[in-house]
């Protein structure tokens, strides 16, 4: 490149594809957006009428929409293989001019979003803040698409797409609409749903009392309101979208229409386990649970409920011989699949964690179930586990020193000081440490290869290429490094920042030694010392 190129664009090393650069943008714009909003006066936005009425529906609408569009254009091309990779700019570069306009732009915004909804008098009238608000969202939208790529590229990746977009636009108009129009169902579902907890919990409790008014069912220690949110309609929803997208994406296999019956079978069992969990509900507070109840099977028994139907059919309609048309598939999914190795850890440890939260009140005193199920897990898959290449050295440890004290100052800016949790403190010495035995050893021993194995195992090298078991950790990509770190720190709630730096160190040192056991040993020593300041300063913020 020569000098005059260089003063305009900042080059980075490798190359980055159109769905890559479309994906960072997407996230930028996904962060700006809540950047914008923080100048706009909720309240008067809500009270707002006439004109400004339309706009927060039309804004409601609006975002809905967009994000249904990325979702079907993303799905739809990725189902018909139509990636981009054809139009991948051979260098790796970004506009500073373009990204300073857009910044700028961005600044614009802010002022102008503040203007929409002012407590005094406004300084422009509200039409003209629309106008302009609009005008410098679509040049901030432009400068950001030039400063990654050039428009050529992107308008010849826009042309490839050829019929997704009218099928992509119908799917996001119909999502966008529907969305409010489903809150309608709410009132007749939720009356359902109270019909059918009335029948199941008759037989059982004799003494039920229910008032069909309020929709309350109980007994005379403990009573349950069956709200609008309770009716399960978003459960089906979920199933809905979850099976829609299950059949699409594995069209060619299944047997078409009959495997069409499996959405109202979805259906139809997440609304009835619904009913099933609410009259479990009131069955564990009219015995006398009512914490477990309120904070522990109130919250998770609905999710177990939408994971088990969803593992549950596509687990069985993956074996069906009336469902698939392909004998071929039917005998590669019963054979040893490599994915299960690396995310088997995992989801034991999630799936027992959503049982040990269902099954305790404000405190999840069930949490050894955690460790004995990643335990089994491992015991199961030993000889597999046994063959992956563990191979370690002082570097992971050091590494695991320098992810703590990063980790250390994220929870001094991001958490609040928390103590030991006072059922744990008020507990006998023998439950108390039995309780912390686990905990610690959860922390530092199953966890971190659980999530290593999952994590940088499997998703790191699936990001990067579909026969990710034969993919040298050597050969993995920045931005596959850079990915799976931000789902890792996702997961990590509040924490999300520095759960972000440790993703990445410990891609990067996987990616630079060459073996996973160096990851799992700085994740190792990272949880061991969090948990030694927890248990020595009190304060079990970030543990």
């Avoid at 392909?326 to 490599?338: G, H, I, R, V």
Wanted: charged letters at 10%; glycine letters at 8%.
């Amino acid at each position: 490149m020569n000098t005059t190129a260089s003063t305009n664009y900042w080059k980075i090393p490798g190359k980055l594809g159109l769905p890559v650069r479309a994906a960072i943008l997407c996230g930028l714009f996904f962060i700006e957006k809540f950047f914008l909003i923080q100048f706009v006066d909720l309240q008067q936005a809500d009270a707002a009428l006439g004109m400004g009425e339309h706009l927060r529906v039309a804004q409601h609408f609006g975002f809905r929409f967009i994000v249904a569009l990325v979702a079907a254009l993303s799905v739809f091309a990725f189902a018909r293989g139509r990636s981009g990779r054809s139009l991948t700019p051979q260098t790796a570069y970004f506009r500073p001019a373009w990204i300073a306009a857009h910044v700028a732009l961005i600044g614009c915004l802010a002022w102008l979003s503040s203007q929409l909804f002012p407590l005094g008098p406004p300084l422009i009238p509200f039409a003209a803040v629309i106008g302009l608000w609009l005008a410098c969202a679509v040049a901030a939208v432009f400068c950001a698409f030039v400063a990654t790529a050039h428009l050529s590229l992107w308008l010849n990746a826009a042309r490839a797409l050829g019929s997704i977009w009218f099928y992509s636009v119908a799917a996001a108009l119909a999502a966008a609409t529907a969305i409010p129009l489903s809150q309608e169902l709410w009132p007749p579902t939720a009356a359902a749903t109270f019909d059918l907890v009335r029948i199941i919990l008759l037989p059982i409790l004799p003494g039920l009392t229910s008032d069909p008014t309020r929709l309350v069912l109980g007994t005379q220690t403990f009573a349950v309101a069956i709200s609008e949110f309770c009716s399960g309609l978003e459960g089906m929803s979920l199933i809905l979208v979850f099976m829609i997208a299950w059949l699409w994406y594995f069209r060619k296999e299944y047997r078409f229409p009959r495997a069409l019956l499996l959405i109202p079978l979805g259906v139809m069992l997440m609304f009835g386990l619904n009913a099933v969990r609410i009259a479990g509900l009131v069955l564990i507070g009219n015995a006398g649970y009512y914490e477990v109840a309120e904070y522990g099977f109130h919250s998770q028994a609905g999710w177990i409920a939408f994971n088990g139907v969803a593992v549950g059919i596509a687990f069985w309609t993956r074996r069906s011989r009336w469902l698939n048309r392909s004998e071929k598939l039917l005998q590669a999914d019963q054979s040893d699949n490599p994915t299960s190795v690396f995310l088997m850890p995992l989801l034991a440890i999630l799936g027992a964690g959503m049982l040990s939260h269902a099954l305790s009140g404000r405190f999840e005193w069930f949490y050894p179930l955690r460790l004995l199920a990643c335990l089994a897990v491992i015991v199961i898959y030993r000889h597999r586990l046994a063959a992956l290449d563990w191979g370690w050295s002082w570097r992971g440890p050091l590494l695991g020193i320098g992810v703590f004290l990063i980790w250390i100052i994220g929870v001094h800016f991001l958490a609040p000081d928390q103590g030991m949790p006072e059922p744990l403190a008020a507990a006998s010495p023998s439950l108390r440490w039995g309780w912390i035995v686990c905990r610690v050893a959860g922390s530092v021993l199953t966890v971190p290869l659980a999530e290593e194995l999952a994590y940088r195992g499997f998703l790191m090298r699936r990001l990067q290429s579909r026969d990710f078991d034969s993919l040298a950790y050597e050969r993995v990509g920045w931005f596959a490094i850079a990915a799976s770190a931000v789902l890792f720190g996702a997961a990590h709630g509040v924490l999300w920042l520095p759960g972000c730096v440790a993703g990445f160190a410990y891609g990067w040192i996987v990616r630079r030694q060459g073996h996973l056991g160096e990851a799992v040993t700085a994740h190792m020593m990272t949880n061991f010392l969090v948990a030694a300041v927890a248990l020595v300063s009190g304060n079990w913020a970030g543990f």
